[in-house]
C-alpha cells in the first residue's frame, strides 16, 4: 500500500490566518491526490483532485499544489467554517489511502 | 441532485456479519461513468477505504479487509449493499458510502478519479 503522511497533525490557528497542510506519499503518485474537509457529523466534503484543480462550488481561498511525493492544500485567509479535519487521499493505486488527517482548530 | 443514504442496524453482535445499505435516491445508480465505495471511520481515527464497486459489477477490496467484506448493486432498488463478516470492536466506525467521478485530462490522456458525493454516514457498534 502507498502510505500517505500528513503534517501537521493537528494545528491552532486564527481567522484570517494563512494555512498549510502537507501530504507525503511514500513513493511517487503524479497528481493523483485530492483532499477532502470532514466537519463531525457531516459527510467528507471534496476540495481539491488532481493535486491542483478546485472542486466546483469550493471557495477560491482554497488551493492544491504538489507533484510525485511532495503536495500541499493551502487556506489562504482561514474562515470560520473553514475549522475543520482535512484528509489527503491518493488514487494512484487502485488499493486507495487516506493521509491521518490535520486537525484546525481555533487558536 | 444525486443523494447518498446510509442505513444499518446500529449495533451488530462480535463474530456476526454486519449488513449495510446505501439507497440512491434523485438518479439512478445505473448510470456510467461512475464507481460507488465504502469507507467508514473508526473512533478518533482517519478515514479507511474498504472498497469499491464498478458498473461492471466488478469488485476491488482493501487487502486488509478483502477476506470478510462483500459489496454489491442493487440496481432494481437503486442501492449499494455492504457486508462485512465475523466483525469485532474494530469494526466499530461511522460507516460512508461514496461515489467517485474523474476528470479526464487529454494532455496526458489520463482520468484521476475523486469522490465527489457522500452520504452522511451510519454509526455502527460491534457490541455483545
Known amino acids: 500500500d502507498i502510505q500517505m503522511t500528513q503534517s501537521p497533525s493537528s494545528l491552532s490557528a486564527s481567522v484570517g490566518d494563512r494555512v498549510t497542510i502537507t501530504c507525503r506519499a511514500s513513493?511517487?503518485?503524479?497528481?493523483?491526490l485530492n483532499w477532502y474537509q470532514h466537519k463531525p457529523g457531516k459527510a467528507p466534503r471534496l476540495l481539491i483532485y488532481?493535486?491542483?484543480h478546485l472542486q466546483s462550488g469550493v471557495p477560491s481561498w482554497f488551493s492544491g499544489s504538489g507533484s510525485d511525493t511532495d503536495f500541499t492544500l493551502t487556506i489562504g485567509s482561514l474562515q470560520p467554517e473553514d475549522f475543520a479535519t482535512y484528509y489527503c487521499?491518493?488514487?494512484?493505486?487502485?488499493?486507495?489511502?487516506f493521509g491521518g488527517g490535520t486537525s484546525v482548530e481555533v487558536k | 441532485q444525486l443523494q447518498l443514504q446510509e442505513s444499518g442496524p446500529g449495533v451488530v453482535q462480535p463474530s456476526q456479519t454486519l449488513s449495510l445499505i446505501c439507497s440512491v435516491s434523485?438518479?439512478?445508480?445505473?448510470?456510467?461513468?461512475?464507481?460507488w465505495s465504502w469507507i467508514r471511520q473508526q473512533p478518533t481515527k482517519g478515514l479507511e477505504w474498504i472498497g469499491n464497486?464498478?458498473?461492471?459489477?466488478?469488485?476491488y477490496y482493501n487487502p486488509s479487509l478483502q477476506s470478510r467484506v462483500a459489496m454489491s448493486v442493487d440496481m432494481s432498488k437503486n442501492q449499494l449493499s455492504l457486508k462485512l463478516i465475523a466483525v469485532t470492536a474494530a469494526d466499530t466506525a461511522v460507516y460512508y458510502c461514496?461515489?467517485?467521478?474523474?476528470?479526464?485530462?487529454?494532455?496526458?490522456?489520463?482520468?484521476?478519479?475523486?469522490?465527489?458525493?457522500w452520504g452522511s454516514g451510519t454509526l455502527i457498534t460491534v457490541s455483545s
Open positions: 513513493q511517487s503518485i503524479g497528481t493523483y
Open positions: 461514496a461515489r467517485a467521478s474523474y476528470y479526464y485530462d487529454r494532455n496526458v490522456i489520463q482520468k484521476y478519479w475523486y469522490f465527489d458525493l
Open positions: 464497486i464498478y458498473d461492471t459489477g466488478s469488485t
Open positions: 487521499q491518493q488514487t494512484y493505486s487502485p488499493s486507495l489511502t
Open positions: 488532481a493535486a491542483s
Open positions: 434523485g438518479g439512478s445508480l445505473n448510470r456510467g461513468g461512475f464507481y
